[in-house]
């Protein structure tokens, strides 16, 4: 059976929550599926890009699902091309 980690994000994500979100992405090691639910984000910018894409970049051989993106985050993540590096943006 396949152990898929959650990670729920909440509230604003931005630089000054930088080490945070690293620390928290960090936690995936070793889990062979990731979810990322960002339906209760109400902000982010390019840092929490940034350490998706360095997520994503450490973990090539995991499952990686974004769920939870509003239009305007899924607009932005397909401009960005996370549609490419991500398995699922939901």
Known sequence: MTETLRITLEGEYDLARKDEIAKIFA??????A?????????YLDS????ELALLRLKQLD???TLVGA???LR?????AGFDRIL???E
């Open 27 to 32: 936690s995936v090691d070793g889990q062979p």
């Open 34 to 42: 990731v979810i990322v639910d960002v339906g209760k984000v109400t």
């Open 47 to 50: 840092t929490v890009l940034r």
């Open 62 to 64: 995991r499952q990686i």
């Open 70 to 72: 509003n239009e305007s």
């Open 75 to 79: 607009r932005v993540l397909k401009i």
């Open 87 to 89: 398995d699922q943006i």
